[in-house]
């Protein structure tokens, strides 16, 4: 059976990095009937904090990353030391002020990684280079020194509490980023050393910045925490995050995630490196909002409207659904709903000067006189019905519709771009819409 781990360090927030390394592994496991497991790798006892801890588990709920199995590795000291012990013993391991130090062999390794291919290292200089490349071209670097296993503290270091747990826990597959290769000659030698059958590995190449750089938060390395706030949805989040070095084919690019485990295979991961662009996200996003829930996606709106101020006390969630249902095409993010759809919450907002001198014309005060009085003996204030009244009143004033809608529209919301403006009218309500057009008169 198919047995997988994510294996965050709670030293900080979950970041791009880490999501893509969860989801890929969840994927695998869910798409082989598999077991996925979250292992909190809390080691370090000085920089480990709970409130890491509570945001590494909190973003993997919002992702809907649900794991089978957790465990923390600061629970589990006794069993490092144990096996530490037998290294001891078996003369493999030796203690130096306390710490217990591992007597790393010169020797060649391969191991074929299930997505770059076979790598062979030589730990006497430590070349590593991949299958079909010439030796010498590798990167050389001096041989793989002794590693301690235990500090003088009493905790375990990453490389020996991984391979430890990876092998009770019976890990099948570590699939994880190219920056931990250099790791695995290292583990892989320990898991000889201790008699373990070693895992299968994968490892992804690494997310760049689109200005070719690594990954920054300039360009996009924020915690996943970051992108919620951001007004992102998690299915958006989460599809963007599988097309970062996998894609389903097809020039697909829209994709579930319960489509995705079905598609989801090691071998379509590319080995080049992913490009983050916020860009392609937002885009994404938008995607999403356009199809979402009106009724979900309305109480997702709430907390961006009441922290930009523009609501507080009881909410009409009806007026906040129709708000969202007029600008759902128009909003990459939730929190550009705030950003654009102010003026209907606002009274008060001020019309650019430019804006008044482009689209006002002193002969539009008798018009918007007139189309006030047909819109406040309308029958209804829906859209379609303000439409009729509004058409049916440019045609009796000898107008043009392309002569009076800007200048309605910056009457109404202060900008001369917007959603339908019928639509609009609609949601603002015939009190509001009668009295903006009034006030731009005087």
């Not at 009668?434 to 006030?439: E, F, G, N, Q, S």
């Amino acid at each position: 059976m198919v047995k997988v781990r994510f294996a965050p360090s709670p030293t900080g927030y979950l970041h791009i990095g880490g999501g893509r390394a969860a989801l890929f592994n969840w994927l695998y496991a869910r798409g082989q009937e598999g077991v996925f497991v979250l292992r909190i790798e809390d080691t370090d006892r000085q920089r480990s904090k709970q409130e890491f801890v509570d945001e590494i588990l909190d973003s993997m709920r919002w992702l809907g990353l649900t794991w089978d199995e957790i465990y923390y590795q600061s629970q589990r000291f006794d069993i490092y030391r144990q096996y530490a012990q037998q290294l001891l013993a078996a003369g493999n391991a030796y203690e130096e002020n306390g710490a217990i130090l591992f007597k790393t062999p010169a020797k060649e390794i391969k191991f074929f990684d299930l997505i770059r291919g076979e790598i062979v290292f030589d730990t006497g200089n430590f070349v590593a280079y991949q299958e079909g490349a010439d030796p010498a071209a590798g990167t050389e670097a001096p041989g793989l020194k002794d590693e301690v296993l235990i500090k003088a503290d009493g905790s375990p270091v990453y490389s020996f509490a991984c391979v430890v747990d990876d092998a009770l826990m019976e890990i099948t597959h570590v699939i994880r980023g190219e920056d931990h290769i250099s790791n695995t000659p290292k583990q892989l030698l320990l898991y000889e050393a201790l008699g373990f059958k070693p895992p299968k590995f994968a490892h992804m190449p690494l997310i760049m910045g689109e200005d070719g750089g690594r990954l920054s938060k300039r360009t996009g390395a924020v915690a996943v925490t970051d992108y919620r706030r951001m007004g992102f949805l998690p299915e958006a989040m989460v599809n963007y995050l599988m097309l970062l070095s996998w894609s389903p084919g097809g020039d697909q690019e829209i994709i579930a995630l319960d489509a995705a485990v079905k598609k989801f295979t090691l071998k379509k991961v590319n080995k080049a490196s992913a490009v983050f662009s916020m860009e392609k996200l937002r885009w994404i996003n938008g995607e999403y909002i356009k199809k979402y829930d009106a009724e979900k996606l309305a109480d997702m709106a709430v907390p961006f409207l009441r922290e930009a101020g523009l609501i507080a006390g009881t909410v009409d969630r009806e007026k906040i659904k129709a708000i969202v249902e007029l600008y759902r095409s128009r909003m990459p993010t939730l929190a550009d709903l705030s950003a654009r759809a102010g003026f209907l919450f606002k009274n008060d907002f001020a019309i650019d000067p430019e804006l008044k001198a482009k689209h006002f014309k002193p002969e539009y005060a008798k018009t918007f006189s007139e189309f006030s009085e047909r819109l406040r003996q309308a029958p209804a204030f829906d859209a379609t019905t303000v439409e009729k009244v509004f058409r049916k009143a440019v045609e009796d004033m000898g107008l043009k519709m392309s002569d009076i809608v800007h200048p309605c529209r910056v009457a109404l919301t202060g900008s001369d771009v917007g959603p339908g403006l019928f639509e609009t009218m609609a949601v603002l309500g015939q009190e509001k819409t009668i009295a903006r057009l009034l006030r731009s008169i005087i």
